[in-house]
């Protein structure tokens, strides 16, 4: 669905999104980059950073670039609304594992609310058997 949503907002606004797909996938990487086992803490700037690594992987950041008029860069990703507004998606969802923490310095808001944050917690056990539930679903 990541794709779609991405044309959309490429043709209709000419805008670069980050959709809940690329969040929920950055994550995953970081957690498999960490072993994979236990619960960690990310900073937005660190999943911005694994969001343009995917996209670079899967070519999707060259033809972003060619595309749209937006920065693409990971500092930009994780300032732009459609990444809180994805992530808010994400933890109101319901979707267990992920959680927004604060390290730092509370940069960024997670709407409704407008929370501050700056990380994200991550219960990797958590998010592993819901992401596994979700792959084995046949559909109905």
Known sequence: MSPI???????????VIVTPADIVVSVLRISRARGGAGDFVASAEEVAKEVASFWEERDLLRRLKLYSQDE???????RKRSFTASLALIINAGIGGIHITTERR????LPPRM???DSLY???????????RVWRWEGG
């Open 115 to 117: 929370i501050g944050f």
């Open 5 to 15: 949503f991405m044309q959309y907002a490429l043709e209709a606004r000419g805008e």
């Open 122 to 132: 991550v219960r990797a056990q958590q998010l592993s058997s819901i992401v596994r």
């Open 106 to 109: 509370p940069e960024l808001q």
């Open 72 to 78: 693409v860069a990971p500092e930009a990703l994780c």
